[in-house]
């Protein structure tokens, strides 16, 4: 597939029009909050804010949604139970190398071995058009962790070559929405110009991680027993924001909600996660993980190598909202890791 | 049968009141689904039995005392609703937290300005079967419970801190704003509603099982706030504790 | 990615199932046995769960307690303990609830066949046992000497009386029980933890399996009396308890450090269990 250069003028009437024709369908984009990001429903391109540095909540959120009914039910003497699957239509727009590499890490946890018809029909209607992240948030680590580019789970990638966009064309449904949009095809120059733009921006993470990432998952082997989780977990106040603003974390609660006319009612999954206290307690008043330092070197673990052993994705992409999160400036995986490796 | 429910009301203040006539209209008109028997009118306390009863304010005196245990005799579930009956109202969510030993230290001196005040929750007289917190309590969670009643499931207190919905609701955090917040150490349940409408959780809800209330001092002392900006805030939403200053 | 889902695929819905008969076995636990609405087995190995909803209320994973060589229904027993458990004791006969599973590994059988067998079952631990003890007797050929020892803290808890007296007749295998204790005479059997069972019986711990369940303290004590008899690690078999939402490795809740205890459990061998610091 052919790689294409866009003009800002050009690329804003191609989202314009996704937005008029919802050839792609709903399309959502990074939009300023306050001083700050998220992604939202744009109304038009004028709202898309393709430089900036963090999403308040990774795009994950549109396949797996803070709170997502699953099933509809009616009492009776043979209950009626219906499954619900939202699957409609979306097109993200503006979306970092790393959300994208969260995303997969999801495609990896939700499809395999008990596909999940909720996450994968969504995915399987959306299109995703990335931006390279030419300004990365102070506590991001996405260079360390390799995530800072990628080279797959995108139907488009815009980088910004100075004047214009490098449109990097992942797959046929991206090569066939940018047909449609004013473009011209890239030349080895323009390709240079973004390989160049991308190796610019590495330099401009400022956490670093003291080893490289494939070596986490031995550096935590050897150190269960290391000082610095406890250390860490001390201020820990267990209020789940790191969990809650990570692109990586996968998990949930189930809960019934009856209508109040008792004539049925609906199941709904939550966003859960290990850092709160409950997450792996039983009906006996066990709880398995019981201690704060336990649910924060828990934490460390899934992120630096339960996760990347079962699905071959690490557990985290270095994006840094949980650093910018935590209230108690414990949370960045980045940080544990070197201590560890430091000996501290 | 429909379960029979009645509010009782004690010494509270007027915003908790607005709010509980809120949602007995709700569940009137809504659902139909219980027989409201009671509604706040204190002295026409005749022979009848609860389903359940909510109880709002705090006792504070001995007719009150006696009262409750009537209503307690009568009730198969008694539920404190609001700040003032599940805590008695910041005064004892203070001293809830001053249990944990640590909070000494956020108070300081200032804590024992609190001790002065009589009210206690109504836990402190009779048994309490559920506890609605909240300055105002949050109607859905009213709702939650009677549906918990018709169901027969279970009504759990929402364990999370309010950081935790206030994440899920995509706000800006308090404290990126420059302000302080109580949420991660506060019982969440209410939507993180005030952070949601631009301001901060003054933890009406009452704390967590375990506050970290340490690592909340170092917090409000790293963005150059003290434990008297806090209490200042904490005064807004509760009129008794202005009076007793 | 799977492309041909569709929402009738979804992991959460579950499968009515009709309640046909309901027993007491205790104060707080009793047996319930279900017949799905369109016909169909539940299909499970000795040792794998489901998921039973309560619509309303929730779902809660639940053991199954009858052997899968029992045909047309299945049964599982429960202990009252939270809202799911305690608004299922309320069901009568007729009442209809959702099934998911079955879920979760089972016993390794194939491994179990042409082996001599130790069941060590603790209380409650016998609803999952009960399920391979039965497969045991109705494949009996399959397998070797079979010893089974169960305990409960007094007369009055135990469970599967009826069951419990045929196995003691039964001579297809030793049936050995004893209670923690007893305040009355309304026992005239062992007394003492079931570690005290041990002596009693007599078996090749390079050809036997032992598999035990029970409440956690039990497998501190049971482990270490079957290591001294000589069992090896991956020759103790031990089925673990996790809090539960999904049951199909989604939902995270039960794991023990990288593994699913929906998936890769609840079945685990000693030798694993020893490998995983979250385990014990
Ligand atoms: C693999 C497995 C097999 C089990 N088999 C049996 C059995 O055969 N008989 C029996 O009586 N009990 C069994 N249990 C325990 C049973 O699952 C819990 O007692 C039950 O979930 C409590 O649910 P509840 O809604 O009544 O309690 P609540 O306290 O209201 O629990 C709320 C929810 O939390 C989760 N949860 C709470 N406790 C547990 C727990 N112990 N294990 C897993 N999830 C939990 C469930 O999703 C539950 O619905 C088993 C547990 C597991 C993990
Ligand atoms: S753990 Fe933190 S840095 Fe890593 S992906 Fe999650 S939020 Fe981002
Ligand atoms: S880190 Fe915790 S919350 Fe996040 S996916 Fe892993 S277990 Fe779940
Ligand atoms: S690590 Fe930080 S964000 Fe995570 S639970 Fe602890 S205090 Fe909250
Ligand atoms: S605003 Fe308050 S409740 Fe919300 S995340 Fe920040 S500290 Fe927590
Ligand atoms: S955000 Fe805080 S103050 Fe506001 S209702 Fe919730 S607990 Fe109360
Ligand atoms: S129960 Fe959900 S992952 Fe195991």
């Known amino acids: ?344 | 049968m429909k379960p029979r429910v009645a509010f009782f009301d004690f010494t509270g203040c007027e915003g908790c009141q607005l709010e509980v006539l809120n949602f007995n209209l709700e569940i009137v008109d809504l659902i139909g689904a219980v027989d409201i028997v009671e509604f706040r009118e204190a002295s026409s306390d005749h022979s009848d039995e609860y389903d359940i009863a909510f109880i709002e304010g705090s006792q504070t005196t001995d007719r009150d005392v006696e009262r409750i245990q009537k209503i307690r005799e009568r009730a198969k579930i008694l539920v404190a609703l609001g700040a003032c009956s599940c805590t008695g109202g910041v005064n004892a969510l203070k001293n809830r937290f001053s249990m944990e030993e640590n909070l000494k230290v956020v108070y300081g001196d200032s804590a024992k300005l609190y001790t002065t005040i009589p009210t206690r929750p109504t836990s402190a007289y009779v048994k309490v079967d559920a506890f609605i917190h909240g300055c105002p309590p949050n109607r859905n969670e009213v709702i939650r419970l009677v549906k918990c009643l018709l169901t027969g499931k279970k009504f759990e207190l929402y364990h999370d801190p309010v950081c935790v919905e206030c994440k899920l609701a995509e706000n800006i955090c308090a404290f990126e704003r420059g302000e302080f917040c109580l949420g991660p150490v506060t019982r969440g349940g209410c939507n993180a509603v005030c952070v949601t409408g631009g301001r901060k959780c003054w933890g009406c809800r009452a704390p967590v099982d375990e506050p970290n209330v340490n690592s909340e001092k170092e917090l409000l002392a790293r963005y150059g706030l003290t434990v008297d900006d806090m209490l200042m805030q904490l005064k807004i939403f509760n009129g008794a504790l202005e009076v007793s200053k | 990615m799977v492309m041909q889902l569709s929402a009738k695929q979804s992991l959460h819905l579950p499968r009515i199932a009709e309640l046909i008969r309901v027993e007491a076995l205790s104060d707080r636990e009793k047996v319930f046995e279900f017949k799905f609405d369109d016909g169909k087995e539940l299909g499970q190995m000795p040792g794998q769960f489901v998921e039973i909803s309560i619509f309303g209320v929730g779902e809660a994973p639940i053991s199954v307690t009858s052997s899968p060589t029992h045909k047309g229904s299945f049964e599982l027993a429960v202990r009252a303990t939270g809202s799911v458990t305690n608004k299922l004791h309320t069901l009568d006969k007729g009442a209809k609830v959702g099934i998911r599973g079955p879920f979760g590994n089972g016993f390794p059988i194939q491994t179990l066949k042409g082996k001599d067998i130790l069941f060590v079952a603790g209380g409650i631990g016998l609803f999952p046992l009960r399920s391979l003890i039965n497969y045991v007797l109705d494949n009996r050929k399959d397998f070797g000497e079979v010893n089974t020892l169960f305990g409960c803290r007094s007369p009055q808890e135990r469970l599967f009386i009826g069951q419990l007296a045929e196995w003691n007749s039964c001579k297809d295998m030793c049936f050995l029980e004893t209670v923690d204790r007893c305040a009355d005479d309304s026992w005239s059997g062992n007394v003492g933890v079931i570690t005290t069972l041990f002596p009693k019986v007599s078996f090749d711990p390079a050809k036997t399996y032992a598999i035990v369940v029970g409440p956690p303290i039990m497998y501190r004590f049971v482990i270490a009396e079957c290591l001294k008899k000589g069992l090896a690690d991956d020759h103790i078999i031990m089925s673990l308890e996790r809090r539960m939402k999904c049951g199909v490795g989604k939902c995270g809740h039960c794991q023990i450090n990288g593994l699913y205890c929906c998936q890769e459990g609840p079945v685990f061998t000693y030798a694993q269990v020893k490998s995983l610091k979250e385990a014990v």
């Open chain 1, 1 to 344: 597939m052919q790689n294409r250069v866009i003009s800002k003028k050009d690329l804003a009437g191609f989202v314009d029009d996704l937005i008029k024709t919802k050839a792609a369908g709903e399309v959502i984009g990074i939009k300023a909050k306050d001083d700050k990001f998220n992604f939202g429903t744009l109304k038009n391109a004028a709202e898309l804010r393709l430089d900036y540095d963090i999403a308040l909540l990774p795009p994950k959120k549109y396949f797996f949604p803070q709170i997502e009914t699953v099933l509809k039910y009616e009492f009776g003497a043979t209950p009626k139970v219906e499954p619900v699957v939202d699957d409609k239509a979306m097109c993200l727009v503006g979306v970092h190398p790393f959300d994208i590499r969260g995303i997969l890490l999801f495609d990896a946890v939700y499809g395999g071995a008990n596909p999940d018809a909720n996450l994968l029909m969504k995915r399987r209607n959306s299109t995703i058009i990335g931006v390279d992240c030419l300004t990365p948030n102070p506590k991001s680590f996405a260079a360390s962790m390799g995530t800072a580019v990628t080279d797959e789970g995108f139907d488009l990638m815009l980088t910004d070559i100075g004047g214009d966009y490098f449109v990097t064309v992942g797959t046929t449904k991206g090569d066939s929405l940018i047909k449609k949009a004013k473009t011209r095809d890239a030349t080895p120059a323009d390709q240079e110009k973004r390989d160049k733009v991308r190796k610019d921006t590495l330099k401009k993470y400022q956490v670093t991680l003291k080893m490289k990432a494939d070596e986490i998952p031995a550096l935590l082997d050897a150190n269960w027993e290391s000082k610095v989780f406890n250390d860490k977990a001390a201020t820990c106040f267990s209020c789940g924001s790191c969990v809650m603003v990570c692109p990586t974390c996968v998990c949930f609660d189930v809960q019934d909600d009856p209508a109040l006319n008792l004539k049925g009612g609906e199941r709904y999954r939550r966003w859960d996660g290990c850092m709160l206290t409950e997450f792996a307690k039983v009906a006996s008043g066990e709880n398995f993980r019981e201690h704060k330092e336990q649910r924060f070197r828990h934490r460390m673990y899934r992120k630096g190598k339960y996760l990347l052993e079962r699905y071959k994705y690490l557990g985290c992409v270095g994006c840094g909202r949980c650093a910018i999160a935590c209230l108690a400036q414990i949370a960045s995986p980045a940080e544990t890791f070197n201590l560890i490796k430091e000996g501290k």
